[in-house]
């Protein structure tokens, strides 16, 4: 717990600075708790996960936009503690003045395996909705484990302080007879016309005869825009990897 606090105070420093500036980057960093259940062939289990996360997306030359993202999260199942570190890097451009696209790189530690990410992204704005695709390739040497995913989002605004969306998708591991779903929904509300909000998410994985069912709550922060502002300034990429296009909710 101790290292999630110095994550955090670090992120939460590191917005400070933008936040002064009227022209500067736009993102956010959050704090969340959740519950998973699992469920392996009749077989449950339960853990605790306290995560901190932050984005930042700024121009990098001309129309393209780089959005870099971290998280760091630890999970209690009551007999053990894990923490896991990811982080990714976006590089987007804009095709008009509503269709962005671009790629990523990833990687993520979990229990000292890394896994390392790539893909593809793209964002559809609306007036009132942001609509996302991605599709991703996950290796990890150390388990020998291949993975491509795909995932798709829909964001709505209903009013400019309350966002709500739903997301699903679709991951195979190659050499291996395993598929699996993943779909959830979320929402984010700003409280007050400041710049916290409350967020909350509830997804469900399906891969063969395994099910996880996650809640999570949490408080964010955002700085150089509201809600709309983030996703439009390419603030609000997805996760990557086998974590799916769910990694934001």
């Not at 390392?116 to 290796?139: R, W």
């Amino acid at each position: 717990m101790k290292s999630l606090l110095l994550v955090t105070s670090a992120l939460a420093a590191f917005a400070a600075a933008p936040a002064l500036a009227q022209d500067g980057p736009i993102g956010s960093v959050g704090v969340t708790y959740g519950n998973s259940e699992a469920d392996l062939g009749g077989l449950s289990a339960d853990s605790d996960v306290w995560a901190v996360d932050g984005v930042v997306a700024m121009p990098a030359f001309g129309e393209w936009t780089v959005t870099v993202a971290a998280n760091a999260s630890q999970f209690d199942d009551g007999a053990s503690d894990d923490t896991s570190l990811a982080g990714t890097a976006h590089l987007t451009t804009m095709a008009g003045s509503d269709l962005r696209f671009g790629g990523f790189l990833g990687a993520a530690d979990v229990a000292d395996e890394t896994a390392l990410t790539a893909g593809v992204e793209v964002q559809k704005y609306l007036s009132k909705a942001t609509l996302t695709g991605v599709v991703a390739y996950t290796t990890a040497d150390d388990v020998d484990l291949d993975v491509w995913s795909v995932g798709g989002d829909a964001a709505f605004y209903v009013t400019e302080d309350l966002r709500l969306n739903a997301g699903v998708s679709w991951m195979t591991i190659d050499d291996a007879d395993v598929d699996g779903f993943t779909y959830g929904v979320g929402a984010e509300y700003v409280i007050a016309k400041s710049p916290f909000s409350v967020t909350a998410g509830l997804s469900h994985s399906d891969i063969e005869d395994l099910d996880v069912d996650t809640w999570t709550v949490g408080l964010r922060y955002s700085f150089g825009g509201g809600l709309q502002a983030r996703d439009r300034a390419g603030a609000a990429l997805p996760g990557s990897g086998v974590m799916g296009i769910l990694g934001s909710l």
